[in-house]
């Protein structure tokens, strides 16, 4: 019932492309759902998040994708760039619940020249 | 936004040894920060929830008496490894609550010889 399940486990694009990352959830009283870019030997840092009320958020390159319905959410990199190249990590809590992270398994992105 | 600094950024000990790994929120109050271990190319792992002047609360199967956290002021809270052993090197990451959001130290790496 605690599981995020998220896909790919890994991805490459070329420059310019679209990368999305998929994550999906049984909890329903999950309220939170953030995403998280880590770079090796570093800590995450929170790119973007969402809640259910809306189903897409748009914050610079980085979109949303939120399915209640289906209970799956998904990350869109617009015009990706090598800087962009990363570990990407959902996640989901409950607000009120201590707000305690349920991290997905992780996504390493490489985006090529 | 809001800073979560780590201390020491790595650090190295003996089999035996106990470490203290420090997590400061430093431009604002957190009554709750959270600690967890990654290991490579893995996700993070909840280890327990700090909370300021009590107890921590630990995730099922980490040992809290081998894992000692302290939170003793709204800004600072302490994990100490103790009587460290090669299979607890790992990158320990701290993060402190501001209202629904948590913000993420940049690690810190363990390696025990």
């Known amino acids: 019932q605690q599981q995020v399940k998220q896909s790919p486990q890994s991805l490459i694009v070329q420059k310019g492309g679209i990368p999305i990352i998929n994550c999906a959830y049984e909890?329903?009283?999950?309220?939170?759902f953030p995403w998280y870019q880590q770079f090796p030997g570093k800590g995450p840092a929170l790119l973007i998040a969402i809640r259910p009320d809306v189903s897409e958020k748009k914050e610079g390159r980085f979109t949303i994708s939120f399915n209640k319905s289906a209970k799956q959410f998904s990350l869109h990199i617009m015009d990706s760039q090598p800087g962009d190249s990363a570990t990407y990590f959902c996640?989901?809590?409950?607000?009120?619940?201590?707000?305690?992270?349920?991290f997905g398994t992780g996504t390493q992105l490489k985006v090529e020249l | 936004g809001a800073v979560v600094s780590q201390h020491p950024s790595w650090v190295i000990c003996k089999s035996g040894t106990s470490v203290k790994i420090e997590c400061r929120s430093l431009d604002f109050q957190a009554t709750t920060m959270f600690w967890y271990r990654q290991f490579p190319k893995q996700s993070l792992m909840l280890m327990a929830t700090?909370?300021?002047?009590?107890?921590?609360?630990?995730e099922q199967g980490v040992e809290k008496d081998k894992f000692l956290i302290n939170h003793a002021s709204l800004t600072l809270s302490t994990l100490t490894v103790t009587s460290a052993h090669p299979e607890d090197s790992s990158f320990y990451i701290c993060s402190a609550r501001s209202i629904n959001e948590q913000f993420f130290g940049p690690g810190t790496r363990l390696t025990v010889l």
């Open positions: 700090s909370n300021e002047g009590s107890k921590a609360t630990y």
């Open positions: 909890n329903t009283a999950f309220d939170y």
């Open positions: 996640a989901a809590s409950i607000t009120g619940g201590g707000n305690k992270l349920t």
